[in-house]
Nanobody, 126 residues
C-alpha cells in the first residue's frame, strides 16, 4: 500500500515557477514508477510527466517539455515536479500517482496507476 501527499501548489504569475512535492509512504516506493497528472476545470485529467523507478528515465507531455522537470529522491520517498515558465493554461489541480504495473508503453496512461494523491491546486495568472 502506498499513500501519497502532494504539496507546493499555489498562485503564481505567468512566467513564474513552482515546485510541487509528493511525499510517499510505504517501503516499496523506490520500486514504483511515478507520475504527475493534472485536471483543469471542465476538462479531463491528463498526463503531465512520469519517471521510472530509478529516476533514470523521464517522460513528458508535449505541452510541458522544456518547462517542467520531474525528479525523485528515493531516500526521501519523494517525487518532485519543478515548474518553470508557467502559463495560464497550466492552471489545474495536479495529482501525483504511483504505479506497480506501468511499462514504457503504459506509463502515460491513467489506468496504469494504482495509487493517487488528493491533488494540489496550481493557478497561473496572466
Amino acid at each position: 500500500q502506498v499513500q501519497l501527499v502532494e504539496s507546493g501548489g499555489g498562485l503564481v504569475q505567468a512566467g513564474g515557477s513552482l515546485r510541487l512535492s509528493c511525499a510517499a509512504s510505504g517501503r516499496t516506493f523506490s520500486s514504483y514508477p511515478m507520475g504527475w497528472f493534472r485536471q483543469a476545470p471542465g476538462k479531463d485529467r491528463e498526463f503531465v510527466a512520469a519517471i521510472n523507478w530509478s529516476g533514470g528515465t523521464t517522460y513528458y507531455a508535449d505541452s510541458v517539455k522544456g518547462r517542467l522537470t520531474i525528479s525523485r529522491d528515493n531516500a526521501k520517498n519523494t517525487v518532485y515536479l519543478q515548474m518553470n515558465s508557467l502559463k495560464p493554461e497550466d492552471t489545474a489541480v495536479y495529482y501525483c500517482a504511483a504505479s506497480s504495473v506501468a511499462t514504457t508503453k503504459t506509463i502515460r496512461l491513467m489506468r496504469a496507476y494504482d495509487y493517487w494523491g488528493q491533488g494540489t491546486q496550481v493557478t497561473v495568472s496572466s
